[in-house]
């Protein structure tokens, strides 16, 4: 059913142009009406009051209805009622040229709803050292960053005002944090840097830090036993200088502060650890880096292989014994292995290993055991063992094979006062970079070290007393001159015509000689000194017939003056030598050695013949060359007194006893004359001692019978007989001596 139409109060019905006019009508006022809005100034949206210092309170309660941005960064500023009053401002709030606020303005303005701003206060944070609550949670509203560059160790309250901050905060002098602090700061909800801390113990802190990023705990000293399984259960090295550094210095770690130490990132350095148990050394092998545990003086083989774990470098300085089991194990180790002080070397793998590791000088290893030795024999380069002082022949034998320059100074050393190098340290020592002394080397048995010695330059070889005849050869074959003086074996004849190349004369220490070097060194046509040979030939005091026979062909001077006593046939061996004949060590002499000897052609010396016998003396009278017997002491022929006349002697003070036949040769001779040894005279000595025209000088008669004297008398030259103990019984006899007489001992 339609609905009613309404009618006007005549009862008439509206005409419809009515309406058309007037919704034209309403939508022209409309169009005007949005022309003139259309002109008006736009509403602002800030509100720049930056020009004011200061804001009364009915001030702030005025602009803080306005719905914008509100700029107040004039205010350095603002009392809590006009904090208050502007914190119910709904829109952004800027109070950036604000320093100082009270902690109570504080609390009023951070009940502000909208954003926050207080760059001024937020840049004068960092030189607060102390900050309160409500000044901490005004400053979380700040949209930046802030940094509290003086704030010292907060409290909890103040920390728990900081949390909401959502930009980075940094506090660069916070060095503690009590726990609740910590536990606050590590539900900050921005970034946060703590470069200072030295003591953490918060492990949500430490976990907080942690998965920021944080790697720099180079500042803390300390961590609770809490944080340090979190720290050690990171998944990047940390820095954490200043705890390896305390570590360090205290005593072994446990196995909880050992992991923590291992996620380190610069090189670990643990001096003061003496001991190692291998869940410690487990937790250290973890560590990425250099691992210096210089310490440690001993290592189980536990321990040991729970540091074959680790990858960097690792030092062990103070290690000098190193168990078998223990090397063999740290030979695992896949970095390099630092054993400096290491004074054994037993186990061949850990030999290998430390070659591996590029090690060639193992100058403190004392003792090498033979398999060691064998991969340090196979290594090919520079190999230094100067400790090595003694070591054994299967050991030597292996070192023997090294191809390269080999150091082994400590046997050197060793070796100097060795009188003979044995094989096979010989083969070894030839082989030595460096000085060889050997200065008491007696016994040159080896090749390989001659040949090094002559290398060197060596020349000096004066000690030898024996050579092998290899060494025999090379010594012949070098192209210097060497002193061999000390030789007591002559058999090698290259070798004796090399020294006499050389210009060698004195072989007096050779006492051993082979036929086929005697025959070289009897032809040579200068003087030699073999008087070793003789002294080697005899027996007791007698030379050996076949030496003098040797000795005979020698062409020059031959002194055998050790030998004592003479067979004949060695005698007239001896005879055909061509030169001076030196025998001053006979005494006595058979008239048949005398005879052999006589006809030998050059100069004889026997000066230890001390009383000949009347037939020796004119057997050796006949001597065609020089007679030398300077210690005759008995002179009873006139043939020998004559023959030792013409050969120029003038000394007689060691004749003791003289007959008249040849005191009578010796009157004849000029000048005077001193028998200061004659012990006694008789009267027919005395008269021909009386016609000696000079003086006369018998000091030594300590006694003279009266016919003695009276002959004396005769004597017209000066008498000297201050040696008689009775003078005035002589004296009678002696007044009618022509010249002067001194007589009686004179004190």
């Known amino acids: 059913m339609a609905a009613p139409r309404h009618r006007s109060a005549g009862g008439r019905r509206p005409r419809r142009w009515w309406w058309a006019a007037a919704i034209a009508a309403f939508a022209c006022c409309g169009f005007v009406a949005g022309l003139l809005g259309s002109r008006r100034p736009p509403r602002p949206t800030r509100l720049d009051l930056s020009g004011l210092r200061s804001l009364p309170v009915e001030r702030a309660a005025e602009i803080a209805t306005f719905p914008g941005r509100i700029d107040l960064g004039g205010l350095a500023t ?12 709904e829109g952004p709030l800027f109070l950036d040229g604000m320093t100082t606020i009270s902690a109570a303005a504080a609390a009023a303005l951070a009940r502000h709803e909208g954003p926050l701003s207080v760059q001024g206060l937020a840049i004068r944070g960092r030189a607060f050292t102390t900050l309160s609550p409500a000044v901490a949670g005004l400053l979380a509203r700040h949209p930046g960053p802030l940094d509290l560059a003086g704030l010292v ?42 470069p200072a801390i030295e003591s953490l113990d918060s492990p949500a802190l430490a976990a907080r830090l942690l998965a920021a990023g944080a790697a720099d705990f180079s500042a803390v000293a300390e961590f609770g036993a809490a944080v340090m399984p979190v720290l050690a259960a990171a998944d990047r090295p940390l820095d954490l200088t200043a705890f390896v550094a305390r570590v360090a210095a205290g005593g072994p770690p446990d ?80 970095g390099p292995v630092v054993v400096e002080a290491l004074t054994t070397l037993d186990a061949p793998a850990f030999a290998a290993k430390l070659l591996a590791d590029g090690r060639s000088a193992f100058d403190r290893v004392t003792r090498l055991s033979a398999a060691a030795a064998e991969p340090l024999a196979r290594h090919r380069g520079p190999l230094g063992l100067d400790g090595l002082a003694t ?55 080896s090749p390989p070290l001659a040949e090094r010695l002559l290398a060197d330059g060596r020349t000096d070889f004066s000690r030898l007393r024996g050579v092998s005849p290899a060494v025999a050869d090379m010594l012949a074959g070098s192209p210097r001159t060497t002193d061999l003086r000390g030789l007591t074996t002559l058999d090698s004849p290259r070798l004796a015509a090399r020294l006499l190349a050389d210009g060698r004369t004195d072989f007096s220490a050779v006492t051993a000689c082979s036929p086929e070097a005697a025959e070289v060194l009897g032809r040579h046509p200068g003087r030699l000194d073999v008087g070793g040979l003789a002294a080697a030939a005899r027996m007791t005091t007698t030379i050996d017939d076949g030496q003098a026979g040797v000795l005979g062909r020698h062409v020059g001077p031959l002194r055998l003056h050790a030998v004592t006593t003479l067979s004949e046939p060695a005698a007239r061996a001896l005879a055909t030598h061509q030169g001076v004949l030196g025998l001053d060590g006979l005494r006595e002499l058979s008239p048949a050695v ?15 013949l001390r009383e000949p016998a009347a037939e020796v003396e004119r057997t050796l009278a006949s001597h065609p060359g020089v007679l030398g017997l300077d210690g005759i002491e008995s002179l009873v022929t006139a043939e020998l007194a004559g023959r030792l006349v013409a050969d120029g002697r003038r000394e007689w ?17 000029e000048g005077t004359l001193f028998l200061n040894g004659l012990e006694t005279l008789d009267e027919a000595t005395a008269a021909a001692l009386a016609t000696h025209a000079g003086d006369l000088s018998l000091n030594g008669l300590a006694a003279l019978a009266g016919p003695a004297a009276a002959a004396l008398a005769a004597h017209r030259g000066d008498l000297s007989l201050t040696g008689l103990e009775q003078p005035a019984a002589v004296a009678g006899s002696l007044a009618a001596h022509a010249g002067p007489v001194f007589i009686g001992r004179r004190d």
């Open 78 to 89: 603002i009392s809590e009622p006009a904090a208050a009053a502007l914190a119910i401002h």
């Open 594 to 608: 005398a005879a052999a000897l006589a006809a030998h052609a050059g100069r004889l010396e026997l000066g230890g």
């Open 653 to 669: 003070g060691g004749l003791r006893r003289l007959s008249a036949a040849a005191a009578a040769v010796l009157a004849a001779t």
């Open 153 to 194: 160790d907060p409290d909890a309250a103040v920390a728990e005002a900081l949390v909401p901050h959502a930009e980075r905060l940094t506090l660069p002098s916070v060095r503690r944090a009590t726990p609740a602090a910590a536990d606050a700061l590590a539900r900050h909800r921005g970034p946060l840097e703590l």
């Open 255 to 334: 196995v909880a502060t050992a992991a923590l130490v291992a996620r380190h990132a610069g090189e670990v350095t643990l001096p003061a650890v003496r001991d190692l148990d291998p869940d410690t050394a487990s937790a250290l092998a973890r560590h990425r880096g250099t691992l210096s545990l210089d310490g440690v003086q001993s290592l189980s083989p536990a321990a040991a292989a729970a540091l074959a774990t680790h990858a960097g470098t690792l030092r062990l300085g103070g290690v000098r014994v190193l168990d078998e089991r223990a090397a063999t194990a740290l030979a695992r180790h896949a």
């Open 391 to 445: 070591a054994d022949d299967d050991v030597l034998a292996m070192l023997g094979r090294h191809v390269g320059p080999l150091r082994v100074a400590g046997l050197a050393a060793a070796a100097a006062a060795l009188e003979r190098v044995p094989e096979p340290l010989a083969a070894v020592l030839a082989r030595h970079d460096g000085p060889l002394p050997l200065p008491h080397l007696v016994t040159l048995d």
